[in-house]
Each structure stands twice: as C-alpha cells, then as structure tokens.
C-alpha cells in the first residue's frame, strides 16, 4: 500500500518535530475497511514497539476519517519525527554495511524477547494488552473485509494462506500465467508438513514480529551509520521464528535468487557469522537455512512475475531449496523442466482440484 500517505512536518516553538501522516483517497486504493484495518494494525503496531528497545517512531494520536472524534474529514496519525536519512545499503561501505548488520542483529534480539502464541497481525486493544487478530496484509483478505486468522498453529496459518491464493487465483485475480502459478501454489502446500516438523514454532508458537517489507527503503541512519529508527511497520505480522529471522531481502542477491539460485550472499553470512560472535549459534543457522520459508512465502497474493522464462526460474529455486542434502535423486528430479512438472502434477490433483480445468 504504497504512496497512501501524505507527510507535513509539524513544527513546535520548543524546536520539537512531529511527523503528520496524512492518509489519501483514490478510487484505486483497497475498500475503505481493508485499508483502515492496516492502518489500525500500523498504529498498534507502533504502540506495541513503543515497549521495546526497537527504535522505532513513537505514536501521539491517530483518528480515522469515519470515527466520532475525527473533525478534519481525513484519517490520519502523529508521529514522533525520527532523525536520519534512508539508508542507501548498495553505496555504503564494507565497513558501513557491517555495522548496520550489526544493528539489525541487535534489533531481531530484541524483537526474539517478545514472542506470541499466534500468528497474524497486531489489531486494536482497549485495555493495553497486545492482541493478535486477522493478518493486517493486502492479500489475506478474503474479501473487502475479512482478513484471514489468527491462528495458534504455524500449520493451520500456512495451510489458510496457500488454500486463500489458490481461490484467489481460480476466480481469475491472477493477470498471468494463472495456471503456472496455481501449480506452484499446490506445490508449496504439500511441502508444508515438512515446514512445519523443522519448525521452532508449532501449536501454539512461539511467533514473533517480522516487518512486511525489510529493504533500506525503512531502515533511518545518521551520518555515522548509526540506525535512528526502522519506519513503515504497515502489514507487518506475526511469523514464525525461521521465518522472522531469516536474512533481510535487502541481503539477497537479488538477480540469483530471481534466476532460481538458492546460494546464500556474502552479506548473509557475514549475517549469519554476527549472530555466532553474539553467542546466538542457533540464529545464525535460521539465516543459514531460510531460503526454504523465503521462497516460500515469496510474493504471495501477486504474480512471480509476467516472463514464462523468469516463471520457471523462480519455480526451480522453490523445488530446489526444498532439497535435502545429499539426496541425488531429488536433486536430479527438481533440473527437470517445468512441462515436467506441470505435467505430473496437473495428472496429480486434477481430481483433488477440479478446480484446474479452469485454468487450462
């Protein structure tokens, strides 16, 4: 939901700077209760930030358009105004990025003291407490209202939103390669029981805090690389330990991972090497292992990409990270081409998703 928002800075006499996010109005933007349930998840999100050591922008008030005490005909929110610059992580320096990586590990310590019972996204509370509800993210909406979860079971959770895409897919919101991608999808379902059985988090958690969208685009620093606050905590939910503290995409090398290569890059294990030397072996080997929940969870709710050639690339680095080590035949299996694929697995399910021949 980007470019929803108006920022004026509001500023005081006593040289206090507060950020006034105003929220915009277009015909193309989500049904309004879509949109004001992410916004209302942003907002507690923040408040719930607010008890951590998470530097992150501090809420003073926030109304939404339609509520009783709004009398300026738009929603917005008062934020504390936070110092820095966005971060530029392909022009930093070697020395620059580690210590940011340095920082990001530090953060994910923090957000690890803070976990949660189920997964979804943080919605309003009356009394202070933290509530879990419905994920606050643009694709886990059934429809114009209703959102999909909470759940206490990392199962349930990934089994709702792989069953929500292939919906999604069949009453056509899929502009290309439908049929492509609703294979994928019932792929990625039946892997989930092995992501579940290497899971930290089962019935029950623990879940924790992952940031929708990790890219430098929300990370704030100063002139020393310091980083003053993590921004933009909109649709962020509540995931899985392997998945919460995976590497960040903005580590990714991002033209092998689009081109099906599940190799880790110098920055991820220097990630990973940060949480060794902080004592945290068993975070370091979540980095290391993450690309299995990566593609996985890789642009839900939207097209992988238009280009049959990149489609297929992206299927076999899916395949591919769900090989296990020293298994030859798998790996022979997965560098089969995806007329193979789609295939055997159109003769697999076609009876268990009748729903297929509408795609083909």
């Not at 209302?40 to 009783?68: C, I, M, N, Q, R």
């Not at 917005?76 to 210590?99: H, I, N, P, Y």
């Not at 993590?230 to 991972?257: C, G, H, N, Q, V």
């Not at 890059?265 to 993450?290: H, K, N, Q, T």
Request: aromatic share 12%; hydrophobic share 40%.
């Amino acid at each position: 939901m980007a470019n929803t928002d108006f920022h004026v800075d509001i500023n005081f006499q006593d040289g206090v700077v507060w950020d006034a996010r105003i929220r915009l109005r277009h015909d193309a933007f989500p049904p309004l209760p879509v949109q004001k349930y992410i916004f209302l998840s942003e907002v507690f999100t923040l408040k719930f930030l607010e008890k951590t050591a998470v530097p992150s922008p501090g809420v003073y008030y926030y109304s939404w358009a339609d509520s009783p005490d709004c009398h300026v005909g738009a929603s917005f929110v008062l934020l504390e105004k936070m110092g820095g610059r966005k971060l530029q992580w392909d022009k930093a320096s070697k020395s620059r990025q580690t210590k940011i990586m340095e920082q990001l590990v530090d953060i994910s310590l923090e957000l690890e003291r803070h976990s949660f019972e189920m997964t979804g996204s943080i919605v309003p509370s009356d009394d202070g407490e933290v509530n879990i509800g419905g994920y606050a993210q643009l694709p886990l909406f059934r429809d114009s209202r209703t959102p999909i979860g909470p759940f206490s079971s990392l199962n349930a959770s990934l089994r709702a939103i792989i069953h929500l895409q292939l919906d999604i897919i069949t009453e056509g919101e899929f502009a290309h390669l439908a049929l492509g991608h609703f294979l994928s999808y019932l792929w990625r379902l039946h892997t989930i029981p092995d992501l579940v059985a290497s899971s930290n988090s089962r019935e029950g958690g623990p879940f924790y805090l992952k940031h929708f969208c990790e890219t430098d685009e929300h990370i704030m620093v100063d002139d020393d690389g310091n980083i003053t606050a993590i921004i933009d905590w909109s649709s962020s939910s509540i995931k899985s330990k392997e998945y919460a503290f995976s590497s960040p995409p903005m580590l990714w090398p991002t033209r092998s991972f689009i081109n099906g290569d599940n190799t880790l890059s110098a920055a991820e294990l220097e990630f990973a090497d940060i949480y060794r030397r902080r004592g945290r072996p068993d975070m370091a080997d979540i980095v290391l292992g993450g690309r299995r929940l990566q593609r996985f969870q890789y642009s839900l709710g939207d097209s992988w990409t238009a280009d049959q050639k990149g489609f297929e690339a992206l299927f076999l680095g899916l395949r591919k990270a769900f090989i296990r080590e020293g298994d030859e035949n798998a790996a022979a299996m997965a560098q089969e081409p995806f007329e193979f694929w789609k295939k055997k697995l159109i003769s697999k399910y076609s009876v268990e998703y009748p729903q297929l021949q509408r795609l083909l």
